[in-house]
């Protein structure tokens, strides 16, 4: 993650990484810059790598050789524009590491979200060419699910939708 604000993708990774079974995996978390809100939120068992850098266009590199450090069994991105960043790169680390299971979870409706880009033509031609890098991509919603199957011609086996998760106890 970029970092750990109280937006709404942050608030569910969060949640997921302190919710995470121990004995079954060793958690690390990489961010761009480890300020924010919720940073003193994550278990103090979690590893926390802090990139320090200041967005995503500076991070890329430094996240790539993290990654390339720490070849994870399962690597998570958890909001959309460092997945459309990190998915370029996949094939690649798939010679360096190639056991690395890519997992993204996508947090908008794209077809629209991409309009409201910079440059709407080159996100799209990067979700319809390297979104497919991934081996998974979570949607939050059917819908979600419906846009990035039907106008990114995301295979459908490559798809899941998962809700976001609920604390109970608040």
Known sequence: MPELNTGGAEQVITLIINSIERELFDIRVILFNSRG???N???SDIEVYNL????VTYGVVPLLRKIYQ???DIL???IGHLN???APFIPIF???SPKTYWVARQTSILSLNNQKEKSPKLYEWLYKRVYKNYNKVISQSNYMQSDLIDNYQFPIEKSVVINNP????K
């Open 37 to 39: 809100d919720l940073v």
């Open 41 to 43: 939120r994550v278990s």
């Open 52 to 55: 320090n850098v200041s967005s």
């Open 70 to 72: 720490i070849k994870p």
């Open 76 to 78: 998570f991105s958890g």
């Open 84 to 86: 459309i960043s990190i």
């Open 94 to 96: 798939r010679y360096i």
């Open 166 to 169: 609920v604390e109970i106890d």
